[in-house]
Structure formats: C-alpha cells, structure tokens
C-alpha cells in the first residue's frame, strides 16, 4: 500500500518560517520525481516546486528564493523548507510522486498552512 504522509504545517506569522516532511512508503522513493502542490480556498491546485531523481529542482516564480525543495532517499522523505511566509503562502500542501512519461502517480493527504497575523 502506498502512502505518502505530509506533516510540519501549522499557524505561523508573515515573515516567519516552516518546514513541511512528506514520508514515502510502498514506493522505490529514489525512483521517483517529487512534487509539492498547494491548494489555496477558491483556487486551483498549483506546482510549487519540483524535484528529480536526480536532485535537480525547479520553483514557482511566487516562491523562487523563500522556498527550498529537497529530498533525503535513504529517508524516504521529501521536504520544503518555507521562509519569509506571507498571507499568500496560506494553502494546503500536498506532496506529489510520479514517474515521468508514466501514469504512475501518488498524492498525500495534505497539511494547511495558515500565514496570518
């Protein structure tokens, strides 16, 4: 059974700082690009930050230079670690497995993020 579990969210205020984990289980993790979503109330899900197999990443232009996507394979654990929050930053995050050029693909349950004063 495969699992993916987020955790790390929570209330946090406008300039303030989290760190969101998403464990892996029932996967070859290593063989996986890993993605973190978010879903804000009202809007569309939407890529945050992205990460191959190979550790190369890639960021959305709203989070580029606050956010840091990583990944420990011998862990299983896919991490994003979010500075300088803003109102804007409020969402649920997901985590997001997948196999590039396949329908092989897993999501977590997500974990909220609330940025407020």
């Known amino acids: 059974q495969v699992q993916l579990v987020e955790s790390g969210g929570g209330l946090v205020q406008p300039g303030g700082s989290l760190r969101l984990s998403c464990v892996a289980s029932?996967?070859?993790?290593?063989?996986?690009?890993m993605n973190w979503y978010r879903q804000a109330p009202g809007k569309q899900r939407e890529l945050v930050a992205v990460?191959?197999?190979?550790?190369?990443?890639n960021y959305a232009d709203s989070v580029k230079g606050r956010f840091t996507i990583s990944r420990d394979n011998t862990k299983n654990t896919l991490s994003l670690q979010m500075n300088n929050l803003k109102p804007e930053d409020t969402a649920v995050y997901y985590c997001?497995?997948?196999?590039?050029?396949?329908?092989?693909?897993?999501w977590g349950q997500g974990t909220q993020v609330t940025v407020s004063s």
């Open positions: 029932g996967i070859a993790f290593s063989s996986y690009a």
């Open positions: 990460i191959t197999r190979g550790g190369r990443t």
């Open positions: 997001h497995a997948y196999i590039i050029g396949t329908a092989d693909n897993y």
